[in-house]
């Protein structure tokens, strides 16, 4: 092995309820099934700028840390919004809107191209979508509310870059910053939906609001379907990032929907701050992390576990890993000199970094069954989105990097 990367610490541990022989159930069908995919990829694909995002085969990188191949699927040429989000929250607010129009005008079947295509804009554009926000969730909502014309409104909160919120304003929605953490944000938002009759889209859920975060989600496994059509052989590994949990339960699900028994391993990576899912599956049950929850990988910095995630990866993930922010630093810069350069952002490489941080390490390599015969797949949630961290951190402009 003749990689550089500099030993840094982290968890590793099994899930201690995973179930790898468990067919997919009706408790996990209840979150994420095949007609739900179907409406998602029609909707979806009818949007203007749809293509599937690139498969990146990392030979080189494969070859260095001993496995059989490495694909990074590269989330940041995601519909010019630079991560998977668009995926979930425009997909919401247009499943959001078919309601409110069926509502209005007492017909059930409602063409969500119709929603497209201005037909509905009178009843549309008196609709308020809301959202909390890291960053990319909210620019996924407020881009999605500006193609199909209804009112947004974004809230973050204090941790949130100012790049981020002008990213979020550029899409015309209104921006609120409140203090307090990424949960305290999505308490605000659901407590002013319910005052001003706004319609909420989170992409997490408590259990009691489920139809919208649950879209969510849906909308996200097209990234899934997308990666079944572009790999000629079934992955062994899935490094999958998670923040309340949703993008890892879409991806994950739609593995053993169609693989059951033989999905790949699913390994969920958290920043050490914010490791709501370790300790979760650590405890057996859905457990918070307080306190400063802000890690590097903003987009991960979540306290809770969205319990739609839940009823798929408690049961379907097979272990779970913590690693260091320094860990996605050296990735970003390791990504950006490879052979195929790639643009990856704070939180899109923190599946990448969890594999080269377990595959350089003996026990932990051994223990995820990582050998020549390993095919891993990561999602490279998220491209350059704050230019600034970007430039900061790789010490090249992410255009430079990418041309
Ligand atoms: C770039 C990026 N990757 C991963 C995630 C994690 O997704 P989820 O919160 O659905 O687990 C997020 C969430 O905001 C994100 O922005």
Not at 18 to 39: H, I, K, S, T
Not at 46 to 66: F, N, Q, S
Not at 234 to 249: C, D, E, R, S, Y
Request: with cysteine; net charge negative.
């Amino acid at each position: 092995m003749t990689l550089a990367f500099p030993q840094l610490p982290f968890e590793l541990i099994d899930n201690p309820a995973a179930d790898p022989d468990a067919a997919y159930g009706d408790r996990q069908a209840a979150v994420l099934n095949a007609e739900g995919l179907a409406e998602a990829r029609r909707c979806i694909t009818a949007w203007p700028g749809y293509a599937p995002t690139p498969l990146i085969d990392l030979a080189g990188l494969a070859r260095d840390l001993g496995i059989a191949s490495l694909s990074y699927k590269q989330e940041g040429a995601r519909f010019g919004l630079k991560s998977f989000k668009p995926l979930g929250g425009a997909f919401a607010v247009e499943r959001c809107l078919v309601r409110a129009v069926a509502e209005a005008t007492g017909e059930e079947d409602i063409d969500p191209a119709r929603i497209l295509d201005g037909t509905h804009a009178d009843i549309v554009s008196r609709v308020t979508v809301t959202a909390a926000t890291d960053g990319n969730h909210g620019r996924s909502v407020a881009w999605g509310s500006r193609m199909f014309g209804c009112r947004c409104v974004i809230f973050i909160n204090e941790a949130v870059s100012a790049a981020r919120e002008a990213a979020i304003a550029d899409f015309g929605a209104e921006v609120r910053r409140l203090k307090g953490s990424y949960d305290d944000a999505v308490r605000h938002a659901f407590k002013t939906a319910r005052e001003e009759g706004w319609t909420v889209i989170p992409d997490t859920s408590d259990g009691d609001i489920v139809e919208a975060p649950r879209d969510v989600m849906q909308g996200y496994a097209l990234l899934a379907d997308e990666l079944f059509d572009q790999l000629d052989v079934a992955p062994t590994h899935l490094f999958l990032q998670a923040g309340v949990g949703g993008m890892a339960a879409a991806v994950a699900a739609e593995f053993w929907r169609r693989s059951g028994a033989a999905r790949p391993m699913t390994i969920l990576v958290e920043p050490k701050q914010a490791a709501c899912w370790f300790k979760s599956l650590q405890a057996g049950t859905p457990t918070p992390v307080t306190g400063d929850i802000d890690s590097f990988m903003g987009g991960l910095s979540c306290g809770e576990c969205s319990m739609l995630a839940w009823a798929i990866l408690q049961p379907g993930a097979h272990a779970a890993m913590i690693v260091d922010d320094a860990a996605a630093k050296e990735t970003m810069r390791l990504l950006a000199e490879g052979d195929p350069p790639v643009v990856g952002g704070e939180s899109g490489v923190a599946g990448l970094a969890a594999l080269i941080t377990a595959a350089t390490d003996p026990a932990a390599r051994e223990k995820l069954k990582l050998d020549a015969t390993s095919r891993v797949v990561v999602i490279g949630s998220e491209g350059a989105v704050d230019e600034a961290v970007y430039r900061e951190v790789v010490g090249t402009p992410s255009h430079e990097v990418a041309a």
